[in-house]
């Protein structure tokens, strides 16, 4: 058998085994045990969160001949008819490469037969906001009064873009960004499954950057599991994915907030030298700077960040010496550059000049200056000319 992805071997085949969308899961469940299926959904939100997953689950539950806590048992004929390539009870149509009016026309001609097997007819139209404004119009009367055993669930990344009129004859459900510590678990439970070794903060990291997309996230492990050959360490999956080890960063770091410039100016020719991306880097600074940020302030700091410790103890080193004022001037520095970087034509120029901008500038300084200013001053209102 050839081999399957990981996002695709372990796509949930029930309700209970959906993360991160309970509040969904349990309103669909709640109105299939009901018997009160509404004939059209709108499943939004960010790219793998779950809405064609659970739109396939859904579509088998309400069909299914004894359903399990409002699952597909999978077994009973009418499960087994649906999971079959070729049932037509169960349609996914890519709105994508077929958003023209006469395919949705077509569409509109076929609603009008019986289910073969189940009890509806499940059209899941995926990204929905592809459609053009004709096939939008051809779809809203179907969409308003389809026939009693057809429903229909639309699925986007891009609600914006679908007309009011769609929207209002809709169910919607709102899809959550799962959170990291989910995933981290889904993933330790399929590494386990597969005899995979790894490092929690390796996982830590693939979660993160993930963004809560578990689609993304798991498509990242695959990646990983490739690269090291089934033994994933934190060390492998920066290099994996391209982001900066945080050990390398700690001299380009310490150097701008001591005001050393040649040291600066080193560090990054280090970092540039590595084939580093300029917008990937200063991402990197960014969060290797707001990692100083929370150490520096908060207790549980290892909880929050969740990093090997011999970079969690460079990074207390680090915070130790410095003003968390001149930390947090230099993260707004490079939080703005990554968006500069989009009108440069030379990004290792302008990195460079933001770093030594940091390097030159000391808030706590400055802001002691303005304390002595304004002492003078109000001290010089009392004085006569």
């Avoid at 053009?132 to 609600?159: C, G, M, R, W, Y």
């Avoid at 899809?175 to 510590?181: H, S």
Wanted: net charge negative.
């Amino acid at each position: 058998m050839s081999y399957l992805a990981l996002y695709r071997k372990y796509r949930p085949k029930t309700f209970d085994e959906v993360i991160g969308q309970e509040h969904i899961v349990r309103a669909l469940k709640n109105q299939i045990k009901n018997d009160e299926i509404s004939h059209a959904y709108l499943f939004t939100g960010t790219r793998g969160t779950g809405k064609t997953s659970i739109a396939k689950i859904f579509a088998r539950a309400i069909n299914c001949m004894h359903p399990n806590d409002a699952s597909p048992c999978g077994k009973c004929e009418v499960c087994q008819g649906l999971l079959d390539a070729s049932n037509m009870d169960i349609l996914e149509i890519d709105a994508a490469s077929n958003n023209r009016v006469d395919e949705i026309r077509e569409l509109r001609e076929n609603v009008k037969y019986l289910p073969v097997v189940g009890k509806y007819k499940v059209y899941i139209i995926d990204e929905v906001h592809m459609l053009t404004d004709s096939a939008f119009n051809a779809l809203l009367k179907t969409l308003e009064e389809p026939p009693a055993h057809v429903v229909f669930i639309l699925a986007t990344t891009e609600v914006q873009k679908l007309p009011a009129t769609i929207l209002s004859r809709c169910m919607r459900f709102d899809f959550k960004l799962v959170d990291n510590d989910k995933i981290v678990g889904l993933l330790a439970k399929i590494f386990d499954e597969n005899g995979i070794k790894y490092e929690s903060e390796a996982l830590n990291l693939i979660a993160k950057l993930g963004k809560g997309s578990v689609r993304d996230s798991l498509s990242l492990a695959d990646m990983c599991v490739a690269y090291t050959n089934k033994s994933i360490t934190y060390s492998a999956v920066t290099n994996v994915v391209g982001v900066t080890n945080p050990e390398n960063l700690s001299g380009l770091v310490s150097a701008m907030l001591s005001h050393d410039a040649k040291g600066v100016l080193d560090a990054a020719e280090e970092l540039y030298s590595s084939g580093k991306n300029m917008g990937v880097l200063a991402g990197d600074v960014t969060e290797y700077l707001r990692g100083l940020v929370i150490v520096k302030t908060c207790k549980n700091y290892a909880q929050i960040l969740k990093l090997p410790e011999s970079i969690l103890s460079t990074m207390v080193d680090i915070a130790s010496k410095f003003d968390a004022k001149d930390m947090l001037y230099a993260m707004r520095q490079f939080a703005d550059l990554e968006q500069d970087f989009r009108f440069s034509d030379n990004p290792r120029t302008l990195f460079e000049i933001t770093a030594l901008d940091v390097c030159a500038t000391s808030v706590s300084s400055m802001e002691s200056l303005e304390r002595r200013i304004a002492d003078l001053e109000n001290k010089l209102k009392g004085v006569r000319p």
